[in-house]
C-alpha cells in the first residue's frame, strides 16, 4: 500500500469532514451522545472555521493518503505563550486503523513542533475514550491533569489532559 502525508488544502474540506463525521460516528457513539457528536462536529469542522483554520499560520493541517484515499487527519496548534503544541486532532479510519497511520501523522506534528522550538506536546482526550489513550500512551505521552470543561450547548468535555516531551527517545513510548 501506498501512504502519502501532505499538508490538507481547501480542496480537502469536503472529504476531511466526511471522514470526520464517519471517525466520530464510530468514536463517540458509546462516549458521548448523539446530540453532542453532531454539536460538536458543527463546531469544530464548520466550513468557515476549516477555512480559517487552513490560513492560520500557527495551525497546522495534516492529511494521510492510503492508496490516493483519505484515511486520517491531524491538526495542531501553537500555543505561543507557553510554546507548547496542542495536537487538536488526530483521526484515522477505522479501517486503517492500527497501521501506524495515526504514527506517521504524530510525526508530522512533532515535526511542525520542532520546527516551532516547542519543547512540549500537549492533547485532551476523552477520559472514556480507551482506544486513543492507549495509542498516545504507546506513542509517549502521559496524563497531565484532569478537566471537565463547559464547552456550552448543555454539554461538557470530560478530559485527561496528556503531555509528552517534543524530543524523546521513541523506546521510551
Ligand atoms: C487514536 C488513533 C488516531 C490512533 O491511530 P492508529 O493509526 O490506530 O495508531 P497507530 O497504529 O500508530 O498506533 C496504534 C496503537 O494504539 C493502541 N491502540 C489502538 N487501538 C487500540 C485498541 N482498540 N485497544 C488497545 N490499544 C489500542 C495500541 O498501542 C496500538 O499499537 P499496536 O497496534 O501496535 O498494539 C485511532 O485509534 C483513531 O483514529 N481513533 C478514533 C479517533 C480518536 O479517538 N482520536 C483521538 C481523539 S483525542
Not at 501506498?2 to 464517519?22: C, G, S
Request: aromatic fraction near 8%; charged fraction near 20%.
Amino acid at each position: 500500500m501506498h501512504i502519502e502525508l501532505a499538508p490538507a488544502t481547501l480542496n480537502d474540506i469536503e472529504a476531511l469532514t466526511a471522514l470526520a463525521r464517519r471517525i466520530w460516528q464510530a468514536t463517540y457513539s458509546q462516549i458521548i451522545s448523539q446530540d453532542q457528536i453532531d454539536y460538536m462536529l458543527a463546531q469544530r469542522y464548520s466550513l468557515p472555521r476549516l477555512r480559517e483554520e487552513l490560513t492560520q499560520p500557527t495551525i497546522w493541517w495534516d492529511l494521510v493518503r492510503v492508496d490516493g484515499q483519505l484515511a486520517g487527519f491531524a491538526s495542531c496548534l501553537l500555543l505561543t505563550e507557553s510554546r507548547e503544541m496542542k495536537l487538536d486532532k488526530l483521526y484515522v479510519d477505522p479501517h486503517w486503523q492500527r497501521q501506524g497511520l495515526g504514527e506517521r501523522l504524530l510525526a508530522a506534528v512533532i515535526a511542525h513542533a520542532r520546527a516551532a522550538d516547542c519543547q512540549t506536546l500537549i492533547l485532551a482526550v476523552n477520559k472514556r475514550n480507551a482506544q486513543a489513550i492507549a495509542a498516545y500512551r504507546k506513542h509517549g505521552f502521559v496524563v497531565r491533569d484532569s478537566v471537565c470543561v463547559d464547552i456550552g450547548g448543555g454539554f461538557v468535555m470530560d478530559d485527561y489532559l496528556m503531555a509528552r516531551p517534543v524530543t524523546m527517545n521513541e523506546a521510551q513510548g
